[in-house]
């Protein structure tokens, strides 16, 4: 919000200094994030006389003006050609710094020198635009500091508001924090509509057809209004706001909706079909032409102010192209009204409009005060265009709201704040505030709440309220006193901080993503779906349209992370994130949320230096980091399968992760596409593993087992293989042989090409035999390998070497 000293002080008395006005107002919670002061500095800028006015010698385009500034006659060159000898202009004498830090230095231009310079408005940011220097009224007497003249010094305050201070999204909410600190009185605008035309009832109707949305909407007619440029008062008040000056009648509104904070809209009248006004929510698809000149289309959820045949207006967004204020208007209606806050933020969000409006309805605007703004600018109009305002208001408000009425204990206020205030203190504060207040019983007080304060609604906004009027700094400075007590973290916890510090044990960073991923992230990394909005659950409020769905993987995030990694030159990469992950349930409002531990490495398997390794992770980097973890955590029954893989990773370098037949996870490398859609070079590999489910499949923990002294027995055995046949399914087969002298096996040899048929891969295994009660014979050992080798021919029709 942006306010003036000089504004501020029309409606209170404050002979603060701006700057201690500055500390006042950010020590009320109302925080000054920016004081600049108008006009300071440019003293050097007077009003000047044009005395002479000739043709430059050397110039087509340019004049040699002789210009009084009071002092003496100065030469001064000038492009600009609205004006003529005897006008009185802007003068930017030798020394003044024009805005954008422009020094006025004496220079030659074409051989003639200048000693200064005449000035538009643009180049003293008085306007956006111009068209020539400024010429001043002939009253200004000459000499004196442009900015005096014009009564335009003054001090701009920007404050930052936290969302729920609607009622400060004005100059009269603010003048009212200032006033109730102060102990002064607010000077209200007063409010004189003479009204001189025809009856309203006769000339225009209002009908609500969505009270939910719209529960009131006034409205006043004005006829015989005469368009034309704002008084120089009202441009500048509106331009030192950042707003635009465009005609009389819009700056009007604009001007009081920075006044009082309430938006308003005009509507040409002889625009509106019907001469009646509509409150209804749109068609689905319904296209509108909104005044900024896009054509937006709407849905049955968004609130449209209609005439008798079209919609005229966004209600409480922004008007349509069709009905605006233009070249020919004679006949404004003019509307003040209050929209439900969900309803314009939504439709503010969905259509991507932000305006001064919806900023104000999203938050809450005063519905009790809406005629007091829509008589304020009927008042501005009627002066400013010569308009005549028609007998009556339109005011349909077919469900009065009450102001709410809230119980405050001196006790709870004291004991909350450590103050020690009294109950005439309180309810001093409470009336400078303008709330109606009464004691019920000693220190028991019941506040009616005014309507425009829209953030109060229990005891403790109250209390917040007596400790910022009281003043933050007379808060005393006390030690919080409470039991202190520390929980023991529990085994997942303890667990999960394992899972973290073994995979930083094996050069893992952790990263932290959002948890939310862009609709776009399915196309990318190739999910199942036509749309991730099918998929994911929908946030309603996102930060943008690209954060607008919960995760289903970490893989977006993750990938993400690697590539601005990348652009900054970081190519070796290892990289975890160990959060949840958000799975929509048929049937239900709430997704489950397992939590997932997640890892992408790409890149040298070493580090860089003297004797630096040329090798590139592979996917057993990955799958020996998921082992440990799975060893580390105890899980048993750990088998790899190939089947029913993401479609995100690289067909035959990939695995599914399980115990028995529950799916623990998934690793390998990405496909090739999903590298060509994230734009990079080099081989990615991904591990995801969810942890409840690993938790699930932990093994009690057994025993230590005492090895035996005994020998063990080594034989090897060499196969011929389909190539298809995984190799885990040997291992398995081996260990399903129930013997307990067979100890352990391990493959130690893979070909496949040369003399091996193409359809076949050759394998070896190493099988461990021994006793713990004695050393075996060479012929037990025969037999239990015999049972080995018939069990690996009979299961999986292996052919031996």
């Given amino acids: 919000m942006i306010v003036t000293y000089n504004w501020l002080k029309e409606f209170v008395d404050c002979d603060l200094p701006p700057a201690e006005l500055s500390h006042l107002l950010t020590m009320l919670g109302l925080e000054v994030e920016r004081m600049e002061e108008v006009g300071g500095g440019m003293d050097d800028v007077v009003v000047a006389q044009v005395v002479e006015k000739n043709q430059h010698p050397n110039a087509d385009k340019l004049s040699l003006c002789k210009v009084d500034n009071g002092k003496e006659i100065l030469d001064v060159v000038c492009g600009a050609q609205n004006f003529k000898a005897g006008d009185k202009v802007a003068l930017a004498q030798i020394g003044a710094t024009l805005p954008g830090d422009f020094k006025i230095k004496r220079s030659k231009i074409r051989g003639e020198e200048s000693c200064g310079m005449l000035c538009s408005e643009k180049e003293l940011a008085l306007s956006t635009e111009s068209s020539g220097i400024m010429i001043l009224p002939e009253e200004f007497q000459v000499g004196t500091p442009l900015f005096d003249a014009l009564g335009t010094k003054d001090v701009i305050f920007e404050i930052g508001l936290t969302p729920n201070r609607a009622d400060c999204l004005s100059v009269v909410g603010i003048a009212r924090e200032v006033a109730a600190k102060l102990g002064k009185k607010v000077h209200y605008p007063g409010l004189e509509v003479n009204e001189t035309g025809a009856p309203i009832a006769d000339i225009a109707s209002v009908e609500i057809l969505a009270p939910e949305l719209c529960p009131r909407y006034t409205a006043r007619h004005i006829t015989g209004c005469t368009l034309a440029d704002s008084p120089a008062w009202l441009a500048n008040r509106l331009m030192a706001a950042g707003i635009r000056a465009i005609n009389n009648i ?45 054509e937006r289309e709407l849905t049955a959820t968004d609130l449209t102010i209609r005439d008798g045949e079209k919609a005229v207006a966004l209600a409480g967004i922004m008007g349509g192209g069709n009905s605006e204020i233009g070249e020919g208007t004679t006949e404004v209606l003019l509307e003040s009204a209050y929209f439900n806050p969900s309803a314009i933020r939504k439709t503010s969000k969905r259509l991507g409009i932000h305006t001064e409006s919806s900023h104000r309805f999203e938050r ?71 709330f109606d207040v009464a004691q019920t019983a000693p220190g028991v007080f019941q506040v009616k709440v005014p309507l425009f304060r829209v953030d109060l609604e229990r005891e403790i906004d109250l209390v917040e309220e007596v400790v910022r009027l009281n003043g933050f700094d007379k808060v005393p400075a006390t030690l919080p006193q409470a039991s202190v007590f520390s929980d023991l973290p529990s085994d997942a916890q303890r667990l999960a901080a394992r899972v973290k510090d073994l995979l930083v044990a094996h050069g893992l960073n952790e990263v932290i993503n959002y948890s939310f991923v862009a609709p776009s992230s399915c196309e990318k990394i190739l999910l199942p779906g036509e749309d991730l909005r099918s998929n994911g659950m929908v946030l309603l409020n996102p930060i943008s349209d690209e954060l607008s769905v919960m995760r289903t993987t970490m893989l977006p995030g993750l990938l993400d992370t690697a590539v601005k990694n990348i652009s900054f030159r970081t190519l070796n990469l290892r990289i975890f994130e160990m959060r949840r992950i958000y799975l929509p349930v048929e049937g239900e409002d709430l997704p489950q949320e397992p939590l997932y531990v997640s890892a992408l490495l790409t890149g040298r398997r070493d580090p860089e230096g003297w004797n630096q390794g040329k090798d590139e992770i592979d996917f057993f980097d990955v799958k020996g980091i998921a082992e440990n973890l799975l060893s580390e955590l105890n899980v048993g029954g750990v088998n790899f399968s190939t089947e029913e893989l993401d479609p995100y990773y690289h067909p ?102 040369g003399n091996i048929a193409s359809h076949e891969k050759s394998v070896a295994i190493r099988v461990r035999y021994g006793s713990k009660e004695r050393t075996l014979t060479d012929d037990e050992v025969t037999r239990l390998h015999q049972r080995v080798i018939d069990a690996l021919q009979k299961k999986l029709n292996v052919s031996f070497r």
């Fill in 250 to 294: 819009v700056d009007v509104t604009n001007y009081v909706l920075l006044e009082y904070g309430h938006p308003l809209h005009a509507f040409d009248f002889k625009l509106l079909a019907g001469g009646k006004i509509v409150v209804a929510a749109a068609g689905d698809g319904e296209k509108f032409g909104t005044l900024d000149g896009q």
């Fill in 364 to 434: 809450g605007a005063d519905i009790a005060g809406l005629t007091r703004a829509l008589d304020r600018a009927a008042q501005l109009i009627a002066e400013l265009s010569g308009g005549k305002v028609a007998k009556g208001v339109i005011d349909v408000y077919p469900a009065p709201v009450e102001p709410r009425v809230i119980s405050a204990r001196l006790s709870r206020i004291n004991a909350v704040s450590g103050l020690e205030l009294s109950a005439d203190e309180v309810e001093d504060i409470f009336r400078r505030l303008e």
């Fill in 652 to 753: 035959g370098k990939a695995c599914r992760i399980l115990s028995g037949r529950k799916v623990l996870g998934s690793l390998g490398e990405l496909h090739p596409t999903v590298q060509e859609n994230y734009g990079i070079a080099t081989p990615l590999y991904y591990l995801e593993l969810n942890f409840e489910a690993l938790l699930a499949c932990r093994k009690k923990q057994g025993a230590a087992q005492v090895p035996s002294r005994f020998p063990s027995t080594f034989r090897d055995i060499a196969m011929l293989l389909p190539r298809e046949l995984p190799v885990a399914d040997v291992i398995s087969c081996v260990n399903g042989v129930k013997a307990p002298e067979l100890e352990g096996v391990e493959i130690f040899d893979l070909y496949m090409g």
